[in-house]
């Protein structure tokens, strides 16, 4: 076989002897892991309230905690535990409270701590759940936003049914095209609406009152009369492209006033502590596949708006103001890792941490959230390839330092691989790729190992050196694994992003192949044993890899997109998937929907394939999963279908029993194809 890649280890692989010599990861240690998220730093600096994740192993959930945290680390204390679950904390503008949310088997509500004492008591009840919780500048009143229910399409009049009959339920009339949306399911006719409610609890009150409704991205005006809110208040907006605009409500009148008016979406608005300036993202709507999200600054009243990061060639998020008020702290991925910055209103950016982490368990996804106190100190969360996110705290000038060892109790004596980092240069165009590389325990380069190449989904997303349960269970499982971000992937710009646009699947399948070459050259992995899977996107590539190539001994593809006609019109976001995937409509352009469908290649087709779907995906719905399916099986094509029932799209993210079921599903069908086992089918 060719070798196209051209190999470019930047960094070399010498694991630790003591720590090769530990048992490996286990699938039930899974449920022992933990993970910060939501940290949020006290006006003043000196505590840090966060939201503890972990999976409760009798219930199949994963639940948050309310705990609290020094600045350095001491006093690591509880403060809301139990049945329900605690998000979105928030201290008072003194810092004498923490106001936050507690999601309920029956209902949400507001809860309050308060410092001096203790006491933890209910101050609203949240109906149809709530978001975006944000004090008042005077610390007064609490905001948030929660859904508010209208009257839809009611069905067609029956006559009465006779005393005691059992008639089937009413059917579902809609005349919506957003009407539902995964991880949610349908959504019963309504909007998002602003409510202020008293700290001292009482009845919340409505703030916006038209169907056109608001959303959980807002903040308060310096003054307290007003909140500037992020939504996309057009009367087509459910058909439209997705264009949000920031408003102004005057809490007084209820008066609602647009701020911002271009094609492109303006988001996270943030008012200055003088209260003279907005900072917000946003982007120039160009019909791209992949924008970059820019910060901008304008005056209170949404004029002479200016963006900061233009040189940056990276989207940024989550500003938040420097208490000066002469900067803007941000957050971005460059490379697969993700950075925390301060950028300066003259567009200078300051990197302060490069090594921040989301929560989640599952795949190795870039992420990560920030807070930042009025003296400038910060709390945030990080991350390492071999630990979940843990707690961290710093300043601008000293940089961030661990305060947390959550999953030393988990994983002290377990071994976790570390990652390598590796770049090679794509066999299309010479671009360089890079990836990162897990090892099986006792790993010796002196022999032979099977590979699993791992794609992640997105396509615009990005992977990193992160913690990842699925990648770390495979590699305890005696194989290598290679994650990779190939061409379409964020972090690396605007034109190494877009190389796919209108092109997906396309080069990036090169991409992906040039990094199994570079593996397979370096001499320790069977060429006999090699296997690819990946999620959503990912299972579009891995189908598209199996159309192009045999020399995968199995493969599962995991909540693919199979047929973009049947995709693009059966997922729960058609207003977007065509116009920004796409040149034109499916019944304008058939071919080209067809060209770059998977489906299209399915007589191609000899690899053993594991097909795997949540049974309520809305995203990539399990009608994707089931046309392959039903395929290969026509085409005699050894295949198997597992279908996770009440899962949605993000199957590992769902319950912890489904990452199990992911990984152990694939494993099983990987064994049973490999060369060199002898096993019976399972």
Known sequence: MMRTAIFCAVLAYSPATAAQDLPPLQPLDTFALEAASSPRISPSGDHIAYVRRSNDISRDQTRGSLWMVDFDGRNHLPIATGENTASSPRWSPSGDRLAYIANGPEYSAIRMYWMADGRDAEIAQLQGGGGGLSWSPNGSQLAYSAYVLQPGVAP?????????????????????????????????????????????????????????????????????????????????????????????????????????????????????????????????????????????????????????????????????????????????????????????????????????????????????????????????????????????????????NMITRLNEDALANRYVSPVEEIIWRSPHDGRQIQGWVLYPPRFDPDRTYPLILEIHGGPFTAYGPVFSAELQLMAAAGYVVLYTNPRGSTSYGYEFANLIHHDYPGNDYDDLMGGVDTMIDRGFIDEERLFVTGGSGGGVLTAWIIGNTDRFAASAVVKPVINWSSFVLHSDLPQFFYRYWFASAPWEDPGEYWRRSPLSLVGNVTTPTLMMVGGSDLRTPRSETDQYYAALRLQGVPSRLVVLPDSYHGISNSRPSRLLTKVAEILRWFEMHDPAQRTVPQ
Do not use: C, K
């Open 156 to 400: 067609a009049a029956l006559p009465a049914s006779p005393p005691g009959a059992e008639w089937a339920e009413s059917a579902q009339v809609e005349d919506r095209l957003f009407y539902r949306v995964d991880a949610v399911g349908n959504l019963p006719p309504g909007s998002q609406q602003l409510f202020v409610v008293d700290a001292q609890g009482g009845a919340p009150v409505l703030i916006t009152t038209d169907d056109a409704g608001a959303s959980s991205d807002f903040s308060w005006t310096a003054d307290g009369t007003a909140i500037i809110f992020s939504a996309d208040r057009r009367p087509n907006s459910g058909t439209a492209a997705p264009d949000s605009e920031l408003h102004r409500v005057d809490l007084e009148t209820g008066r609602i006033r647009q701020l911002t008016n271009r094609i492109g979406p303006d988001t996270s608005p943030r008012v200055s502590p003088n209260g003279q300036r907005i900072a917000y993202t946003g982007y120039d709507d160009q019909r791209m596949g992949y924008h970059n999200t820019l910060l901008y600054v304008a005056n209170a009243d949404g004029t002479q708006a200016r963006a900061l990061t233009l040189d940056l060639d990276r989207s940024v998020a989550s500003p938040i103001w420097a208490s000066d008020g002469r900067g803007i702290y941000v957050q971005y991925d460059d490379h697969g890792r993700t950075r925390l910055a301060l950028v300066s209103l003259d567009g200078r950016i300051d990197v302060i941490e490069g090594g921040l982490g989301g929560s989640t368990f599952g795949r190795p996804y870039s992420g990560g959230e920030f807070s930042v106190a009025n003296n400038g100190r910060i709390a945030a969360t990080l991350a390492s390839p071999t630990r979940p996110s843990e707690l961290a705290s710093g300043t601008r000038r000293s940089g961030l």
